[in-house]
């Protein structure tokens, strides 16, 4: 029996309201109204009743689909209240309907969700982002872009540059320098380009300005991200969880558990079969609320979550799911040979046992075949491969057929972000929920 959750009554409020004007005056959620059991049945399996929304689903009835009746996207366009933003990706992008005034609500909730965050986080402080400017900020690949060409608002972006193999020592000198001078009270990153800005702090002996927080975002942090990150910044981290078409869904606790922003959106769990780690381990499906021009209804946002067993958190909060973490996207499952469901967070507690490891890659080929990409100094290859083989025959099953091989680095995939983990087959998530 999984546990019940506290909610304020506007969450359910809330709810209500969403389904009730999707269904009623929303093109996307026409077709749903033949899977509402009806008005009178709890809200919540109202929800479960119905369908989920996929990317597919955005890009049929983008964006007019998305809005009630009475909005008027092109009046919205034109006044500014709105834009279109298309999210980076080769197979999945998608374009969205883009609200500022609630994108920064969202993110205001959010931090009220980690005491570090809500001392320090005002709404006018000064906030570095490390990231790939394929994801937030302004690309220029072939010319650098002064310090004030990559300004906006409160934020200062580090990095301009879409391929991270392409960093030269003088750049990542350069976000050193622009760290100290900029005195950024929150440093937002993608964990992976903050662990290689930090392999080369570490390696070079340098020091770097603190900034009160560190928030990570964009991609799993992964173990040794933060062995890396820890080695160099001695600060608060805090993971921040959501997506460009959702805000912000969860924010990591000073106590590191994970707690719903319940006040913009709605978190429907489904939990795996026993088999492949459920009932606690399971995908979510986001709903938005407050947005009046965008509406995402059990929105499939492509993450796998473990509910707290608990139930509670020791930070003391208590509206909303918790979760004991985030373990990854649904694309970077694995399977082992006897086909369990591995998630990345599995996989990486497995191999966070290797030591000096920079970075890795592991791509499943066949049923039991495993390629393992490794970028690492140690100099004992031969031990290093004898080890990481066996931990994933461990995990996998003996029958597994692992294939290590070494590094200078590993790139990202075209979208900006990092894959640490995928099989190069489907795995359709459906057959493996309850
Ligand atoms: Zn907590």
């Not at 079969?273 to 381990?281: N, Q, V, Y």
């Not at 709903?287 to 492509?302: E, K």
């Amino acid at each position: 029996m999984l546990q019940t959750w506290n909610f304020s009554s506007d969450y359910h409020s809330h709810s209500l309201a969403v389904l009730e004007t999707a269904l009623s005056q929303i093109a996307a959620y026409k077709p749903w109204q033949a899977f509402d059991p009806g008005r009178e049945y709890p809200i919540d399996a109202r929800y479960a009743a119905m369908p989920v929304l996929t990317k597919k689903d955005i890009r049929q009835y983008f964006p007019r689909g998305f809005v009630p009746v009475d909005c008027d996207v092109n009046r919205g366009l034109a006044n500014g209240e709105i834009s279109f933003v298309e999210t980076s990706g080769t197979i999945d992008r998608v374009t969205n309907i883009w609200n500022q005034k609630w994108w920064d609500a969202s993110e205001r909730a959010s931090w009220k969700l980690n005491t570090h965050a809500s001392k320090i986080a005002t709404g006018n402080h000064r906030e570095a982002i490390l990231a790939n400017p394929l994801n937030v900020g302004f690309v220029s690949d072939n010319l650098e872009l002064p310090m004030e060409k990559r300004r906006l608002s409160r934020f200062l972006y580090l990095n301009e540059k879409t391929d991270p193999l392409s960093w030269s020592t003088a750049h990542m000198d350069r976000m050193i320098t622009e760290l100290g001078a900029f005195e950024p009270v929150v440093l937002e990153a993608n964990p992976s380009l903050l662990a290689k800005l930090c392999r080369y702090i570490t390696a070079s002996k340098k020091t770097v300005f603190q900034p009160g927080l560190i928030v990570l975002t964009y991609e799993y942090p992964a173990n040794f991200h933060y062995r890396q990150i820890r080695q160099v910044f001695n600060v608060p981290i805090a993971s921040s969880y959501g997506t460009t078409e959702t805000g912000y869904v969860f924010m990591q606790c000073e106590e590191g558990k994970f707690h719903q922003n319940a006040e913009f959106c709605r978190v429907d769990f489904q939990p795996l079969k026993s088999e492949h780690g459920g009932p606690f381990l399971g995908r979510i499906l986001v709903t938005t609320f407050n947005n009046p021009w965008y509406y995402l209804v059990h929105f499939n946002v492509g993450d796998l979550v473990r509910i707290d067993e608990r139930g509670s958190c020791s930070c003391g909060r208590d509206s909303g799911l918790i979760l004991s973490g985030i373990e990854g996207r649904i694309a970077n499952v694995t399977l082992t040979c006897t086909g369990r469901l591995v998630t990345l967070c599995e996989l990486d507690d497995a191999l966070s046992v290797l030591e000096n490891i920079d970075e890795y890659q592991l791509e499943q080929v066949a049923a039991d075949r495993y390629n393992l990409h490794l970028v690492s100094p140690r100099l004992d290859k031969h031990t290093l491969s004898k080890e990481a083989s066996e931990v994933l025959k461990k995990l996998y099953g003996k029958k597994a057929q692992v294939s290590v091989t070494y590094e200078d680095a590993i790139s990202p995939e075209s979208s900006g972000k990092y894959s640490i983990s995928k099989a190069l087959f489907p795995v359709e998530i459906e057959r493996y929920l309850q």
